[in-house]
């Protein structure tokens, strides 16, 4: 199974390209950015990009629980600061997380 990372890189990469043939202009810059905040152990979510993942979603909608997750993912956070902030644990976090990849078909 791939990971949320995985799954994010690649919609990010897909919808550049798409941008890119579109309007024919280069890739925006903020490319360099979402690097630094990976190496730094974020994995931030461009609101773009989500809209692109939520265009995806099965007919099995995503619990509230699991909404809350993918906003906290989206912002960044690593699976432990999502679980302290949810008062869940980390586990529950990842079982939560594989529903989304799941639900994603992916």
């Known amino acids: 199974m791939r990971s949320i990372l995985q799954v994010i890189v690649s919609f990010q990469v897909r919808l550049r390209r798409e941008q890119a043939l579109r309007h024919s202009q280069p890739l925006p810059n903020d490319l360099t950015e979402t690097i630094r905040q990976v190496h730094a152990g974020r994995k931030p ?14 007919d099995d909608p995503l619990t ?24 869940i644990s980390e586990e529950t976090v990842k079982a939560h997380i594989k529903h989304i990849l799941e639900k994603l078909g992916k």
């Open 45 to 58: 979510i461009p609101p773009e990009v989500a809209t692109r993942i939520a265009e995806h979603l099965s």
């Open 64 to 87: 509230e629980r699991e909404v809350e997750v993918l906003q906290l993912a989206m912002a960044g956070n690593r699976n432990r600061d999502i679980a302290n902030r949810l008062f």
